[in-house]
Every structure is written in C-alpha cells, then in structure tokens.
C-alpha cells in the first residue's frame, strides 16, 4: 500500500471516529429537547425517540421562544416513559401533549400541576385544564384517573392500551370532546 493510500485510510478513520463519537453525544440518554418554533403563537418542544425513560427538564431558552397566548405541542412519542412525573412550566394557552409509544403505566397525581394554564391544583384535583390534545395510546395504561381535569378536551387518543371497560372520567369531559381513539384495548364486553 502507497501513502498516498495510506493517509486516505487513517482520514477516513478519522472522520468515522469523530461522527461515531458525536453522534453518541448528541444521542446521550437524557439529551436536550429541541424546540421548533413554527411562527410567533406556535412551537414545538420535540423529546421524542431520545431514549428516556422519565420526563426531561424543558430547555432554558422555551421561556424566552414562547408566547402566553401561543399554542405549545409537546412530543414524548417513542421512548420508555412509564411513569408521567411532574412536568416543568411551558408558555402558551393552548397545550397538545403526545406520550404515544411508550410504557406508562401511571400518570402521578401532580404531573400537570406547573402548566400555568392547565387551571388550578388543590386536594389532588384539578380545576378545568386548558389542555386541547392528548395522546397516550400505545402505553401500558389500564385507567384514567378523574383528578386529570379534563373538561376542555377535544382530542384525547387512548388506543393501544390495557383499558377492560371506557374509563369513567371521560363523562367529565362534557361537549368539548371531539375526537375519542380507544381502539386496540382489551375491552371486557361482559361486565
């Protein structure tokens, strides 16, 4: 082999060395969300396919990028979340959450308690939630608390889970729910 040739190998292994390195870094469990802000009163927080397996903290510059009257989705699809913890605050008014495809089994009693517009916390109960969308399907869920609060619901996605019978706290939404996804549960037809 000629040097020439040479020195194009040890480049090459060089550049495949470093692009492995980075691209480990840049996938690090736990790793940043990143924000896309499509005009002024619309952003997404992207945390989906991170390969986490608990709720991130937000990045530093969403207070800043967001707007109190804006619309703010939040995507935690794909990853190994089984327990919804508290999440931090995000600006916005209107709120899309999505945690499809992952493993949650429990949402905690004050995970949406630091959304500001998601209506006020008290005695493990909240009043009504701004909340617009959310996505749980494809989760290990097998019921749905009635401390969520979801009286403005319009789209809620429950398919893909461990649900026997529609869960109760549905009822509560009222008029505002549109759009109901429950297909794929185990649904007990006798009781």
């Not at 495949?16 to 927080?45: M, R, W």
């Not at 969403?62 to 931090?88: C, W, Y």
């Not at 959304?115 to 009043?127: A, E, I, R």
Request: charged share 20%; hydrophobic share 35%.
């Amino acid at each position: 082999m000629n040097s020439t040739n040479e020195n194009v190998l040890v480049i090459l292994c060089a550049l495949f060395f470093s692009a492995h390195a980075a691209s480990e870094g840049d996938d690090d469990k736990g790793g940043p969300c990143e924000i896309f802000v499509q005009d002024v009163n619309n952003l997404t927080l992207n945390c989906s396919r991170r390969h986490i397996d608990k709720i991130p903290t937000w990045p530093a510059t969403l207070e800043t990028q967001g707007k109190e009257d804006g619309h703010v989705r939040i995507t935690l699809f794909n990853n190994s979340i089984s327990n919804v913890t508290q999440l931090a605050p995000v600006p916005g008014n209107r709120i899309a959450i999505s945690f499809k495809s992952n493993k949650i089994v429990e949402i905690e009693d004050d995970a949406f308690r630091n959304l500001d517009h998601m209506g006020s916390y008290k005695d493990g109960v909240y009043s009504d939630i701004d909340l617009e969308t959310l996505n749980l399907g494809y989760n290990e869920i097998h019921s749905l608390d009635k401390y969520l609060g979801l009286s403005y619901l319009r789209q809620i996605d429950l398919s893909g889970n461990f649900f026997l019978n529609v869960p109760e706290s549905l009822s509560l939404v009222g008029d505002s729910l549109q759009y109901l996804t429950f297909n794929n549960n185990p649904l007990d037809c006798q009781t």
